[in-house]
């Protein structure tokens, strides 16, 4: 009996730690902001397909990516979807960054943390379909994992 109950409970265990949940995009305004501290609503991203990127300065897999990114977007220039950057760092790191940077994608400021997301690691890259829900996820950085082809297959699909 108490063998049983072991197994059913690790079944359970295990089955639900590997259901993969397909989100909506659903996020208090309140805890989003453009640098020049105004609220943002992601759901005003609706109608296109969202591409959005956890990160950090101080994570250097996380700026190395910024360079696929930029190579993504390029390849997507005509097509609806938008490329946003979401960091939890006080918003004039953040600033200095995208001074010196210039990378040409929208950069948000989180407050709170990056589980509000369900990301637990950087960087997170989560992408949204047009009707804002979640269609898949990667972390970690992976060498040009966002113009492969299979990448580009998938954005393709949701376009």
Known sequence: MKKTFYIIFYL???????KK????????SSYLTDLNDNQI???????????LNLWATWCKPCIVE??????????????????VAISNENINTIKSFV?????????LKLEGDYSYFDAYGLPTT??????GK???????????QF??????RKIKKLL
């Open 99 to 107: 001074q010196k940077n210039k990378y040409d994608i929208e950069f």
């Open 12 to 18: 359970l265990l295990f089955f639900s730690c590997n």
């Open 66 to 83: 910024f360079e696929d990114i930029m190579n993504s977007k390029k390849l997507f220039e005509k097509d609806s979807i938008k490329f």
């Open 21 to 28: 949940s397909k989100k909506n995009l659903e996020i208090d």
């Open 41 to 51: 609503d992601l759901d005003s991203y609706h109608g296109n397909v969202l591409f």
């Open 126 to 131: 989560i992408i949204f379909d047009k009707s």
């Open 134 to 144: 979640e269609i898949f996820r990667t972390s970690g950085m992976k060498k040009n």
């Open 147 to 152: 113009t492969s082809k299979s990448f580009i």
